[in-house]
């Protein structure tokens, strides 16, 4: 009966371990309280009823519950074990405690049985080959197969998807209820610039998912490697010089990314691949009810277009810069729009084509005369629908035929803006 009685003891005794070590390595016990959930519950139902302020708490509550990612917290089981702060100030404490013992931008998470760098990234929401060097750099690591050597019960640190960026403002945003999340700045980098020193300029304080957002938004693997003179998407706080507002929204039924792109002004077709950026690991063709999705809309500020440059030998330098400028040029992310460039120093005619699926395409028809720095602009701007039908034919429909913008070309590489749609402005073309 007493071995009956010792083992009940000891299981007890096992039972209330496990429990504290839901707090990892860190024990934030004294700041947490342990809630069941019930039928109906949501992480957000929950701190209402506690009189907690979910939006100041969050980052709080993905420490202790270790997890990376809200979309970890939107759905949550009837009986599942969910901490949340015993009170705001303590919200507070607990932030305090984990930046004293933990990298700020970080999580701890103890490894389970069975646990795999690729399945704790895809449990924790995290996209597994975009967040891969940040994890290794968090943990000291320095090869791939560091990633896959981990051990049941040993803690590492994930990334902690708190609010990026520091960013308060009275701007309502599209859509009521969505919260503005940052700016994207367009930045042509000067000689000794690096993109830490950018990003601490624009109020972006230099961090592992800054890192990753860089190279996503631009398609470099290298931030050491970016090229002086060219423009680059930088995310800031600040609404100064900003192409983009991005915004977070809570998706519910019926939303669909198209839909919600027209809410915000935005053609989805034109920023598909922005939108795939700041949204890595979501599947914008199929969004997810109770998920989250970021979304941009444009700032209103003034487009400046770069000034001529005198030379002292003006006409020889148009022609020779204006044959250089005829040619193909693709777009640097996908590739699948192309600008065409046909003429000479007095008149250089210009054709884009935007592939829409595989049956339809737009196409833009301008042009104008190069000034010697490379800015050709034009008000004489024709869109064309085209679509391809199963019988060979083309069906073409006309929506305008006096748009305006401009295109400026230097080093090879094409900037096209569109007053019109404003169209192509986070795109770059290089030539073929």
């Not at 972006?204 to 002086?228: C, F, H, Q, R, W």
């Not at 829409?356 to 629908?385: H, P, R, V």
């Amino acid at each position: 009966m007493k071995r009956i009685i010792s083992i009940a003891l000891l299981f007890c005794i096992i039972l209330t371990c496990v429990s504290v070590q839901a707090f990892a390595e860190t024990d934030y016990s004294a700041y947490a309280q342990q809630i069941t959930a019930k039928k109906g519950d949501s992480v957000v139902s929950l701190c209402k009823k506690l009189g907690l302020d979910y939006a100041s708490d969050r980052t709080a509550i993905l420490i202790i519950n270790s997890v990376s990612r809200e979309e970890s917290l939107e759905t949550i089981a009837i009986g599942q074990t969910i901490y949340l702060p015993k009170s705001d100030e303590d919200a507070l404490a607990i932030v305090s405690l984990h930046n004293k013992n933990c990298p700020a931008n970080a999580i701890e998470y103890k490894v389970k049985k069975g646990d795999t760098m690729f399945k704790i990234c895809k449990a924790q929401h995290l996209n597994y080959n975009l967040y891969k060097e940040t994890i290794k750099k968090l943990n000291g690591w320095e090869t791939d197969d560091d990633l896959n050597s981990i051990q049941a019960r040993q803690v590492i640190y994930l990334p902690l998807d708190a609010p990026l960026l520091p960013v308060s403002t009275t701007v309502e945003p599209p859509i009521e209820g969505d919260r503005l999340e940052y700016y994207l700045v367009q930045h042509r980098m000067e000689s000794g610039e690096t993109a830490e020193t950018v990003c601490e300029a624009l109020g972006a304080p230099y961090s592992y998912e800054i890192d990753a957002l860089v190279k996503s938004l631009n398609g470099v693997m290298d931030l050491d490697k970016l090229t002086t003179g060219e423009a680059y998407l930088f995310p800031s706080s600040k609404a100064d010089n900003a192409v983009y507002a991005v915004y977070s929204h809570d998706i519910v039924a019926g939303d669909t990314t198209g839909k919600l792109c027209k809410s915000y002004g935005i053609n989805y077709t034109t920023i598909e691949n922005l939108l795939a950026n700041i949204n890595p690991d979501l599947n914008l063709d199929s969004i997810p009810k109770g998920g989250r999705i970021n979304l941009i809309s444009k700032v209103s500020t003034p487009v400046t277009v770069p000034t001529p440059v005198a030379t002292s030998t003006p006409q020889q330098q148009v022609t020779e810069e204006s044959d250089s400028y005829n040619g193909i040029y693709f777009e640097r992310t996908d590739g699948k729009t192309i600008i065409e460039v046909k003429g000479n120093e007095e008149l250089s005619k210009v054709t884009v084509h935007w592939p829409n699926g595989n049956q339809e395409m737009d196409e833009w028809n301008f042009s104008g005369t190069f000034t010697q720095a490379g800015i050709l602009t034009y008000e004489d701007c024709t869109k064309i629908s085209i679509h391809f039908n199963s019988d060979g034919t083309e069906t073409r429909t006309t929506y305008y035929e006096n748009g305006s913008g401009y295109l400026y070309i230097a080093n090879k590489i094409a900037i096209w803006h569109d007053n019109q749609e404003e169209i192509a402005n986070d795109c770059s073309f290089a030539k073929s």
